[in-house]
Nanobody
């Protein structure tokens, strides 16, 4: 059974950094595109970053060069390095596998195997 587990969240001051990690099991990881999403209280889930099986990368406009996504297929892992964090980045961050290709890279309906998420809180 395929599953993903996110880790690395925490409390950080504005301008700080965090490194999120998503580790997958039960799937041929190298075959799948992966993405990071986030959801703040009272808001819809939104795409943060995407990395395809072939290494194509996308970022949401609000990332503005602050985040870097990467993958290590040998370790079944995708990471999200987040620098220059802002209060508005506070959210639960999720990793997911792209199961179908119907919509844009940030279309949550295209993804499955959602993890439990890791909380990122940016506050002074």
């Amino acid at each position: 059974q395929a599953q993903v587990v996110e880790s690395g969240g925490g409390l950080v001051q504005p301008g700080g950094s965090l490194r999120l990690t998503c580790t997958a099991s039960g799937l041929t990881f190298a075959d799948y595109s992966m993405a990071w999403f986030r959801q703040a209280p009272g808001k819809a889930r939104e795409g943060v970053s995407y990395i395809s099986a072939g290494g194509t990368i996308h970022y949401a406009d609000f990332v503005q060069g602050r985040f870097t996504v990467s993958r290590d297929d040998a370790k079944n892992m995708v990471t999200l390095q987040m620098n220059g964090l802002k209060v508005e980045d506070t959210a639960m961050y999720y990793c997911a596998r792209r199961a179908v290709y119907r919509g844009w890279w940030y279309s949550a309906d295209d993804f499955d195997n959602w993890g439990q998420g890791t909380q990122v809180t940016v506050s002074s």
